[in-house]
């Protein structure tokens, strides 16, 4: 289960890593459960800036598929999970899947070529 995270510094210095990979005494079956999309931490940066209610956002949330794998790990497979929210951050986005109109001083690294997700704003 996640905890709250203590948000009254800066969210990003005392938050969690954006996912978590677990792995059992043994990895007997060459299998990875992944959950990118079941992270439910929504930073403070992140909220306070919103105009639509935090539960409009956890509509895109796939809520609780972590807790229907969280026994692969005692059964020799891996598991990865998020622990953002997929609004605050998706992991199942290529890193150069920016959108250059969100920096003043241009994309702080290499981007693609704008996808059909970035211009809908769904970026990394």
């Known amino acids: 289960m996640q905890t709250a995270v203590d948000r009254s510094q800066n969210p990003l ?10 792995r059992g005494e043994a990895v ?4 990875i459960f992944a959950s990118p999309h079941s992270g439910s931490i929504y930073p403070r940066q992140m ?4 105009s639509v209610p935090v539960r409009d956002l956890e509509r895109t949330e796939d ?3 972590d807790e229907l794998y ?3 790990p005692q ?9 953002f929210a997929r609004a605050f951050v998706d992991l199942n986005r290529d ?8 920096f003043s001083d241009g994309v702080p690294r290499v981007a693609g070529m704008p996808s059909a997700r970035v211009k809908a704003g769904l970026g990394c």
Do not use: K, N, Y
Not at 28 to 31: E, L, R, S
Not at 75 to 83: C, E, K, P, V, Y
């Open 13 to 22: 210095e005392t938050s969690p890593a954006a996912f978590i990979l677990e």
């Open 28 to 31: 007997i079956a060459p299998v």
């Open 47 to 50: 909220t306070d800036l919103l």
């Open 63 to 65: 809520a609780f598929v």
């Open 70 to 72: 969280a026994a692969a």
């Open 75 to 83: 059964q020799g497979s891996i598991l990865l999970h998020a622990t």
């Open 95 to 102: 890193a150069r899947e920016l959108d250059a109109s969100m």
